[in-house]
């Protein structure tokens, strides 16, 4: 792909017009970055280590902190080193490779969040039927489906855009390269490429959302069926954490890809696009544990083990 370019770096403007406001921006930036990488290790730990939390529905939270994880390892490093820097460079190829797993991860999450809705819908509504419609088999199945559809569909998306040649600016009005930043930059008409990439959004976040939906109808009509109100608490608490995830996940994605990049706007989208790159990622660790009695529960038992391994250890000292 670079062959067909005269641009051999891009130029990312990140935050640069907020001047002395980019060292607030870092300290909060690394804060938050910090506790994501914590919160989603500590769930997947959790998970891994607890037995009684090796169920479809935190199997797929578990997968779904594992590429959170990732998702941001990929773009938020690079975003604080160029907050304390004026070399905000990035190589066409290194470019190329944060957007080509930037959209590997975040397709997975869109997918992943619309794997667990049917998780839900099947424990809700199909209990009888649910160990055979979630066994094991099925669970790793999905999960590597959403994973190999997710990149399959960044390395179309990112083909797409690296193919164009890119002889002008290199200057991306963005703080890492994703794909209405970087495609206007092209010294080309971009109209097929960018419909293509359009059609792409519409089927990873519009098919799983409406999906979504459609499962959710289907939970709050059982659950209204249900007598008890324990009952009904109990299965309402179980989907409020990961609708609370799909809404802001799919309305912030949504705003951003769902239009042509003549539409893009660098603050405001900047703006949507720190939502879901650093406050989703966020949102995954506290909603699902502050909100979960059983994953609050493995936490502590964790964490007591882990306090009488030290003092056992400190006695034999």
Not at 85 to 90: E, L, N
Not at 103 to 125: H, Q
Not at 169 to 192: G, M, Q, T, W
């Amino acid at each position: 792909m670079a062959n067909s370019s005269c641009v051999t770096e891009f130029f990312l403007l990140g935050f640069s017009s907020l001047g002395e406001l980019q060292l607030i921006l870092f300290v909060v930036f690394l804060c938050l970055y910090l506790i994501i990488l914590s919160g989603n290790i500590t769930i997947i730990s959790v998970i891994y280590l607890d037995h009684s939390l090796h169920t479809p529905m935190y199997f797929f939270l578990c997968v779904l902190s594992t590429s959170e994880t990732f998702y941001t390892i990929v773009i938020l490093p690079k975003m604080l080193i160029n907050l304390l820097s004026v070399f905000r460079t990035m190589s066409f190829v290194s470019c190329a490779s944060q957007m080509y797993f930037f959209l590997g991860f975040a397709v997975t999450n869109c997918l992943l969040l619309g794997v667990m809705g049917y998780d839900r819908y099947a424990a809700i509504c199909q209990p009888l039927h649910y160990p055979i419609l979630m066994s094991w088999r099925v669970c790793g199945q999905l999960a590597v489906t959403c994973i190999v559809s997710g990149f399959l569909i960044s390395l179309l998306g990112t083909t797409l855009v690296f193919s164009l040649p890119f002889c002008g600016s290199n200057k991306v009005n963005h703080y890492f390269c994703d794909i209405s930043p970087v495609i206007r930059l092209a010294y080309a008409e971009i109209y097929i490429n960018e419909l293509v990439i359009f059609i792409g959004g519409v089927l990873v976040l519009v098919v799983p959302l409406i999906f979504i939906f459609i499962s959710y109808g289907f939970i709050a009509s059982a659950i209204l069926k249900i007598s008890s109100a324990e009952g009904k608490r109990k299965a309402f608490s179980t989907c409020a954490s990961h609708l609370i995830v799909v809404v802001v996940h799919y309305g912030c994605a949504s705003f951003v890809y769902l239009r042509p990049s003549a539409k893009y706007t660098s603050g405001k989208d900047r703006l949507v696009t720190v939502t879901y790159t650093i406050i989703t990622p966020l949102l995954n660790p506290v909603v699902y544990s502050l909100r979960n009695k059983d994953v609050q529960l493995a936490i502590r038992k964790m964490i007591e083990k882990t306090r009488l391994r030290f003092f056992n250890y400190v006695k034999t000292l």
